[in-house]
């Protein structure tokens, strides 16, 4: 490799693989950066900022995520219906009883770009409450990586 010159990753050379994450027992936020630095590939060494290099994320057991300090009964998710008087509201522990998913979707979604391209990693982002996932064929073929 001639050290002169810029590295640019081209589409064709990319090589997503699957990963999964345990999230039980792990801190919304912290687990919210690495699942987005995987998306966005920038723990890999031929990270390229303008071509998505990220791997698909499978998280399991995400109803058994836990947050720091007052947050779980202070944090509360916003959202608008879009009719009159249609704003709606719920704390972080009903989220998790309704619909613990959302909550880490919602934490991975803020720490990357608001761009077309964040849209797409997103889209390889996969949660799933429980142990059981129907990626494990993906994931075995690829050497997974396991994080605890």
Known sequence: MDMNRAYSL???DRKPRWRHIDAKNQVVGRLATQ???MLRGKDKPEFTQHIDTGDYVVVTNA???KFTGNKFE???YIWYTGYIGGQKKLTAQQMLEKKPEEILY????GMLAHTKMARSQLRKLLIYTGEEHPHKAQIIGHAPETKK
């Open 10 to 12: 081209k589409t064709a």
């Open 35 to 37: 699942i987005a630095d």
């Open 63 to 65: 109803e058994k995520i």
């Open 74 to 76: 202070q944090k509360e």
């Open 106 to 109: 919602h934490a991975v979604k």
